[in-house]
DNA sequence: GTTTTGGTTTTGGCAAGTCAAAATCGGGAT
DNA sequence: ATCCCGATTTTGACTTGCCAAAACCAAAAC
């Protein structure tokens, strides 16, 4: 029943809820990430509150509710798997493929969704290793360490890339650090506000530390 | 910039004029096919008139203009390249990918279509028998008897089943007489209005005519 | 030549989403 | 204690699609 404004409002206070610690996201930062002007987000979120799908402080923020959040994880699943889809079954480069799939994910019914998962063996993550919440709407969520903050020169393993850019994306890719491939954190220099980072192939890329933060690894 | 409203009214008035031998389509035609009130058909039609893409004489009906019958092949074109993707590549049953694809067909970008196209070795026609427009948007028209007006007793293929009703196109797989399948008439009653069908593997069906007529074969 | 009739068009209204701009709030600066 | 500023909320309006029901037309029936 809910439109697909309706799920992409959701799905953006749960990705804002993220980079917001959890806490209530204010209406400015709704309004951006719809890109829609301040008052047509308060409005809506205002008619989501009322379907009871999300907890609103009027001046202070919103949050989702359990049934808000039920529901932006089945669109994120949505969105996710057909990412996979389109870069593994299509062939489409994973640096492009949130921006096709912003369309798609309303479009597809639970039927195909179900195909797609068992085409591509139930996937556990998408192309940018982000975590693709189970039909029944559970997000494993690992906790994984940036760039920034991993141990020097330990070999670690590029798990996730949290930027959906394609330019940046296309970057990561030219630089070899895509998911699965593994490097060692060599220096940083907070000064500089650097990080030096060697790919398996020997090559040496340094980044800038916001570009570094958004570049999660784990332990090999 | 079409929205996906114009690209169905577009579809009907396209579909409309085949069943209207390419004369002007009634606007209760349109109205009924999109299974909307009259009044609602003829704003729609005025206002696609009015952006030139169909032309409409009040009180008489509408029929598509050369922009508009372009825009409507590209949206046939992506509606039975899907349904043709939902049965080879996710193993959908025929019978219900129709519906499916109502909604995928507006949600495709070109990229996705093209490569769906080359997965699928750029196919002519769809898994009803139906003709895939060319990305320039020609439709291939072969001329096909239906069963109803074949020649009795020779065998001949069956190409076409032109209804997307889920329930007849059970029916129809249920009697192997789904495209791709060689059958033979029999024979035909005029006063019971029925046509007798041997499918390959020796069972006769009988069909009245209004099911057989939609079901088009060619000869083997 | 009226009348009937069936399809078509008009009219008035509604719901979703959106924007621009004015009104308002609240917390820090004065 | 007051003022100000940036972030919110309100208000008034617009656009798309849609419906219901009244008005309308044209062609066939009487």
Sequence with gaps: MAT???????????????????????MGAVAAAMRVAPGTA????????????????????????AKGEKLALHVVRRHRLVELFL???????????????EELEHAISEKVLARMDAVLKYPRTDPHGDPIPSSQGKLA??????????????????????????QFLQFVDRSNLRPGAEVVVKSRDELADSVAVKSSHGAVVTLGSASASKILVEAV
Tied chains: 1, 2.
């Design 87 to 101: 870069v593994e079954v299509l062939g489409l480069d994973w640096s492009e493929v949130d921006e096709e799939a």
């Design 4 to 26: 697909s404004t309706v799920e992409d409002y959701l799905k953006t206070v749960f990705s804002q809820q993220q980079r917001h610690g959890g806490g209530l996201v204010p």
């Design 141 to 166: 969520k690992r906790r994984l360490e940036s760039l920034t903050e991993c141990e020097l020169n330990r070999p670690v393993r590029i798990a996730r890339v949290i930027d959906q850019n394609p």
């Design 42 to 65: 308060t409005a809506m979120i205002k008619a989501l509150a009322e379907s009871g799908l999300v907890e609103y402080e009027p001046r202070e923020g919103v949050k989702l509710s």
